[in-house]
């Protein structure tokens, strides 16, 4: 079957531009996370969610990243004003969520480039 | 609150002889442990998880890892090194029991260079 698709998989855009990130979880996954994975470090939560709704934000940077899922399935991660600093690769990750057990399966990133 | 250190940053081993990549951990509650693979642009693959059944895990490619809780370790082994085992590995830490979002918490990460 199919794994968790990200696009695109590489964006370059301009200081001070707008981006949307796209995740396609694996089908009937209810759980999506959003995770950035800077230059020679491991990844770092973004943001949770369950079915619809962020489940937990807490890890988003500031007010310009935002991430939404209306339909539970698709989520998009957008960034506002992107500055240099937001340079890294974005990964998505899905999952059952079953009591006792969280494995998390990983799409291949969206490397984005800032200029 | 959930940590994880990774001890080694690169881990240099000859092809045929043993691999042991370093990780402790912090958490307040029982944790599920998991160790990552990252190749070179590929997407992070699931080498093996504890969830607080047997406390050796045995996972993909020959890896397994131990969880000691007095140690609070979770030290990833491989008995003979291949070519391909050269990636990157991060040692994975889930504290479900402690509310919140299940997002899991890496390490910084071990470079695993295999020597021909």
């Known amino acids: 079957g199919a794994g968790v698709s990200q696009t695109p998989s590489n964006k370059v855009t301009e200081k001070g531009k707008y981006v949307e990130l796209r995740c396609d979880p694996i089908?009937?996954?209810?759980?999506l996370y959003w995770y950035r994975q800077s230059l020679g470090q491991g990844p770092e939560f973004l943001i949770y969610?369950?079915?619809?709704?962020?489940?937990?934000d807490s890890g988003l940077p500031n007010d310009r990243f935002f991430a939404v899922r209306p339909e539970g399935s698709v989520s998009t991660l957008k960034i506002q004003r992107t500055e240099r600093g937001d340079s890294a690769v974005y990964l998505c990750?899905?999952?059952?969520?079953?009591?006792?057990?969280?494995?998390?399966?990983f799409g291949p990133g969206t490397r984005l480039t800032v200029l | 609150a959930q940590s994880v250190t990774q001890l080694d940053s690169h881990v240099s081993v000859s092809e045929g002889t043993p691999v042991l990549l370093r990780c402790n951990y912090s958490?307040?509650?029982?944790?599920?442990l998991f160790w990552y693979v990252q190749h070179p642009n590929k997407g992070l693959q699931l080498l093996l998880k504890?969830?607080?059944?047997?406390?050796l895990v045995k996972g993909i490619n020959g890896f397994e890892a131990e969880f000691k809780k007095s140690e609070t370790s979770f030290h990833l082994t491989k008995p003979s090194a291949h070519m391909s085992d050269a990636a990157e590995y991060f040692c994975?830490?889930?504290?479900?029991?402690?509310?919140?979002?299940?997002?899991?918490?890496f390490g910084k990460g071990t470079h695993l260079i295999i020597q021909p």
């Open positions: 990750a899905s999952s059952l969520k079953v009591a006792g057990v969280n494995e998390q399966f």
């Open positions: 969610f369950q079915g619809t709704g962020a489940a937990d």
């Open positions: 089908s009937g996954h209810t759980a």
């Open positions: 504890y969830t607080s059944a047997a406390t």
């Open positions: 958490s307040s509650y029982s944790p599920s």
């Open positions: 994975v830490v889930s504290d479900r029991a402690g509310g919140g979002a299940d997002g899991l918490t």
